[in-house]
């Protein structure tokens, strides 16, 4: 009982990872907290899905479909769908209807399904068509510059283009990195230091809330199947 996970960066600055997975004879998964919205294509016993996702908030478990195969585009922080508001997708999503193994629908339009090695060539039509857009203002908070406008008004835009606030951005991504070093064998003291947790209990408090694990069970591999690649094959 497995998922099989490989997730690569993109070089695209609307995308942050491409990820494939399939699954084999896993009926449920632990679900992880993420901040980024996405589209997921899948194809289970010869029919095709696809899907937007959206961020998620918390840890829960997630039914998976037996035996399918799982192609993912995750978009950078602070991209949006024109047609479908961030904030209405967070721990949720929408199943895309009409979809074939060839095209989907999405914003009135059909659309070639990407594999893993054209997915950053889909995201640029739908870019150049306006169907995914994005604001700047964000993108220049995240990266560490200060706006000419109030706190209030970034903040307010920061959620309605992310569906969350920036504090929760923040402690989502670090209980996200604190599960992948653990898994990769850092010690939890460790792993408080770097990532600026108060102590363990503070640690094992984030991980409970937004992974579902624990850190032993993140070293040692065990709770069963979870919605992370944490065997580190995070290709450029």
């Not at 589209?39 to 996702?53: N, P, S």
């Not at 990769?184 to 600026?196: N, R, Y």
């Amino acid at each position: 009982m497995e998922l099989r996970f490989e997730t690569r960066r993109s070089d695209s600055p609307w995308v942050d990872t491409v990820w494939t997975c399939t699954s084999e004879q896993v009926a449920a998964m632990t679900s992880v907290a993420a901040v980024r919205w996405g589209l997921v294509f899948w194809e289970q016993g010869g029919r095709a899905y696809a899907g937007i996702t959206g961020p998620e908030t918390r840890t829960g478990t997630a039914p998976v479909p037996e035996g399918a195969t799982f192609t993912g585009i995750e978009f950078a922080v602070g991209t949006s769908l024109r047609a479908v508001p961030t904030p209405a997708l967070v721990d949720g999503g929408v199943e895309l209807p009409d979809t074939t193994r060839r095209t989907f629908r999405l914003d009135g339009a059909r659309w070639e399904t990407p594999g893993p090695d054209d997915a950053e060539a889909l995201v640029e039509r739908l870019v150049r068509a306006g169907i995914v857009v994005r604001d700047p203002l964000v993108a220049e908070v995240l990266r560490g510059h200060r706006p000419a406008v109030s706190g209030r008004t970034v903040e307010r835009r920061f959620r309605a283009a992310t569906g969350l606030t920036r504090g929760a951005v923040r402690q989502i991504e670090r209980a996200r990195t604190a599960a992948e070093l653990l898994a990769a064998g850092h010690p939890a003291a460790d792993v408080v230091a770097k990532l600026d947790y108060f102590d363990e209990p503070h640690l094992a408090r984030a991980l409970r809330s937004y992974v579902g694990r624990t850190a032993r069970q993140l070293r040692e591999g065990t709770g069963g199947a979870i919605a992370l690649d944490l065997d580190q094959r995070l290709t450029s």
